[in-house]
């Protein structure tokens, strides 16, 4: 299956690093990991992508295993505006295969 | 705002009526995709077009589904003859060059109800 495993929700304390867990086992080599989030009644809005190596920008961070099968975003310090559904991508040959997303909940 | 725009937001319809919806990309991304979100679920692929091309189609994509970018710029979406089982939310989404490094820009999407 070439669509991604996440749990479907987590709950996380504002100012406190999160730690988003994928799954995405059935990756080849040439398969970017994108990592987008989703508001109610919203597009996704991109958050982070990468291929192999660790990757950071202003929002989160990406750490993707040395086998490439896991990867997990890290928000380092999340808060209320942070609530919302990830989506944990492959992208395949231009096309996006989403999982069905965790739902973070971020308590104050 | 993403610069990616989708009309109408909400459409109500009766059932075995036909449907369209438009999306106008990020004005110089010559990539343009379409996905489908069930309640619950992430988005499905259906469909892409590279300028006026359409490049694939998903096995989602039934026959009563034809999406058109004739001018390599905005695309439209048709549903013909819709069905319950075509509620959903249509996302259009836009990039630059469409390699796995590159970004898509999501619009709001278009949320479908067939009655």
């Known amino acids: 299956d070439a669509k991604t495993t996440q749990p479907n929700s987590m709950e996380s304390n504002e100012e406190e690093p999160v730690h988003l867990p994928c799954n995405h086992s059935t990756i080849s080599g040439t398969d970017y990991i994108h990592w987008y989030r989703q508001l109610p009644s919203q597009g996704p809005e991109y958050v982070i992508h990468g291929l192999t190596s660790n990757v950071n920008n202003r929002m989160a961070s990406l750490a993707i295993a040395e086998d490439r099968k896991s990867s997990t975003l890290i928000l380092h310090r999340a808060t209320l505006r942070d609530a919302a559904v990830y989506y944990c991508i492959r992208m395949n040959f231009n096309k996006f295969y989403f999982g069905s997303g965790t739902k973070l909940n971020v308590k104050p | 705002d993403t610069g990616v725009s989708q009309d109408p937001r909400h459409k109500i319809t009766k059932r075995g009526q036909n449907v369209t919806f438009r999306c106008d990309p990020i004005?110089?991304?010559?990539?343009l995709y379409w996905y489908r979100q069930t309640l619950g679920q992430g988005p499905e692929f259906l469909t892409y077009f590279q300028n006026e091309a359409q490049l694939e189609k998903s096995r989602l994509l039934s026959d009563r589904f034809s999406a058109e970018r004739p001018k390599g710029s905005f695309s439209t979406l048709e549903i013909q003859r819709t069905e319950q089982g075509d509620s959903a939310m249509y996302l259009c989404?836009?990039?630059?060059?469409?390699?796995?490094?590159?970004?898509?820009?999501f619009g709001p999407g278009t949320r479908l109800t067939v009655l």
């Open positions: 004005s110089e991304h010559n990539r």
């Open positions: 989404a836009s990039s630059s060059r469409g390699t796995g490094a590159d970004t898509q820009y």
